[in-house]
């Protein structure tokens, strides 16, 4: 037997309409708020993804030489790729740009519970308007989604990376060497944060005075004792949050972020029913056009870890009903077989889902199979009926039959 790699899944039909469902109800949030759907390649040129982060996540992602000697990789994220089609292909396209986009991500981890080497993304990302309310509506879109999924329990929590950032750099901090730092501070992992701050030569009382910086959270009430460039952006967006009617938002100036290019307004979804992997959706605003050539552009957006956030609904235990097979049909005997598929045809040229006796089953046995595949009715075609003209239906909750006429047969299965 041939196994799945590691950190893979195969989804069964009933997972896929679960997923389906899910997926839908996030694609009509995003255009209710005007986001417009796009797709870039599942595989894209390697510097894509090192030209920020360095050469160093070649280890944390699926990257090879394809045939023609060019370095590719599997997307480890999508917004590298929005920002290169941006820089490619939209730059003229009227701003702000509000692009949304669903699909698989590859990251070489150690796979666990809510932790794949393939998940899915559902993300959104905002190019071209330099504001506060950019950030409040990638942030409104975002808890607007999370609330159409129906999970309950959710922390939403928002802080701002320019406070860090600045921290470090007036520490003496090169800029090319924050990213490092702030990755270790955003896995809290201070014991290996305090070296790298050391020999960047800060003193053991600045390292005092960031780790101090990481633990600040609370309420609104914080908004005030945030001071500079990034206090007053911050309030500016917790208005713009207030009138989009957000009040449920807890400030976290430990919100780093695990990816190099953020700059601004960081912010985060956990669900805690998830335990350590509770991380449902993440974002913020991020420097990327300038490194990929373009211009100087403001951009924010987050991405949905989806995977997780079925995860998390599951184990809220949401109950989900697949949708039903409107109707089975199957033929009492040889010689209305051919019938049965022309009836068939013509009910799913109306509209209706319908399946079909394909084994030639004996009419018990292709009951036993319409029950099986939960269609609402069974549609019973008889010689004695046909001649009539009609055929008789079997509601498969109740057990109820009745003859009705072959013209009205879709209104009948659809009533
Ligand atoms: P990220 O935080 O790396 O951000 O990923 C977003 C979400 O994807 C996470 O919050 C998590 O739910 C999910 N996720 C990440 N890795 C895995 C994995 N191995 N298995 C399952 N789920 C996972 C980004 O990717 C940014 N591109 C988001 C963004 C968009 N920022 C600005 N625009």
């Given at each position: 037997m041939i196994q799945r790699p590691r950190g893979t899944r195969d989804f069964l039909p009933e997972e896929m309409e679960r997923r389906r469902h899910y997926e839908q109800i996030l694609r009509q949030v995003a255009c209710s708020h005007g986001f417009r759907e796009v797709s870039t390649p599942i595989f894209e040129n390697t510097e894509l993804f090192t030209a920020k982060s360095g050469p160093?996540?070649?280890?944390?992602?699926?990257?090879?030489?394809?045939?023609?000697?060019?370095?590719?990789?599997?997307?480890?994220?999508?917004?590298?790729?929005?920002?290169?089609?941006?820089?490619?292909?939209?730059?003229?396209?009227?701003?702000?740009?509000?692009?949304?986009?669903?699909?698989?991500?590859?990251?070489?981890?150690?796979?666990?519970?809510?932790r794949y080497r393939e998940f899915y993304q559902f993300g959104a990302?905002?190019?071209?308007?330099?504001?506060?309310?950019?950030?409040?509506?990638?942030?409104?879109?975002?808890a607007a989604m999370v609330e159409a999924l129906g999970l309950r329990e959710y922390d939403l929590k928002v802080g701002h990376i320019g406070i860090l950032r600045g921290q470090l750099a007036e520490l003496g901090v090169p800029a090319d060497a924050a990213g490092e730092i702030l990755q270790k501070l955003d896995k809290k992992l201070y014991d290996e944060a305090a070296p790298l701050l050391r020999s960047h030569g800060v003193q053991e009382?600045?390292?005092?005075?960031?780790?101090?910086?990481?633990?600040?959270?609370?309420?609104?009430?914080?908004?005030?004792?945030?001071?500079?460039?990034?206090?007053?952006?911050?309030?500016?967006?917790?208005?713009?949050?207030?009138?989009?009617?957000?009040?449920?938002?807890?400030?976290?100036?430990g919100t780093v972020r695990g990816l190099d290019y953020y700059t601004g307004v960081v912010f985060e979804v956990e669900a805690p029913c998830l335990g350590a992997e509770k991380q449902v959706c993440g974002g913020g605003s991020y420097t990327l056009s300038e490194v990929f050539g373009g211009e100087p552009v403001f951009s924010t957006g987050f991405a949905i870890g989806f995977d997780r956030i079925l995860l998390a609904l599951e184990r809220e235990e949401h109950a989900f009903d697949g949708k039903k097979l409107d109707a089975y049909v199957l033929p009492t005997g040889e010689e209305t077989r051919e019938e049965s598929f022309r009836i068939a045809a013509r009910l799913r040229r109306e509209g209706l889902s319908v399946d079909v006796d394909l084994m030639r089953r004996?009419?018990?046995?292709?009951?036993?199979?319409?029950?099986?595949?939960?269609?609402?009715?069974?549609?019973?075609?008889?010689?004695?009926?046909?001649?009539?003209?009609?055929?008789?239906?079997?509601?498969?909750?109740?057990?109820?039959?009745?003859?009705?006429?072959?013209?009205?047969?879709?209104?009948?299965?659809?009533?």
């Open positions: 160093n996540i070649v280890e944390e992602i699926y990257s090879f030489e394809d045939k023609g000697g060019r370095e590719i990789a599997l997307r480890p994220e999508v917004t590298a790729s929005v920002i290169r089609m941006f820089i490619n292909e939209m730059t003229s396209a009227p701003r702000p740009l509000k692009l949304f986009y669903f699909g698989q991500c590859f990251r070489y981890e150690r796979p666990q519970s809510g990302e905002i190019i071209g308007a330099p504001n506060a309310e950019t950030d409040a509506e990638a942030i409104a879109l975002a009382d600045g390292i005092e005075s960031v780790f101090a910086t990481t633990q600040v959270a609370g309420g609104k009430e914080l908004l005030s004792e945030i001071g500079g460039e990034p206090g007053r952006y911050l309030n500016e967006l917790f208005r713009f949050l207030d009138a989009y009617g957000i009040d449920d938002v807890a400030i976290d100036l004996k009419m018990s046995k292709a009951m036993k199979q319409a029950a099986a595949t939960g269609a609402r009715f069974a549609v019973i075609v008889g010689s004695k009926d046909l001649a009539e003209g009609a055929v008789t239906i079997r509601d498969m909750d109740s057990g109820e039959q009745s003859l009705v006429p072959l013209e009205g047969l879709a209104k009948a299965l659809s009533a």
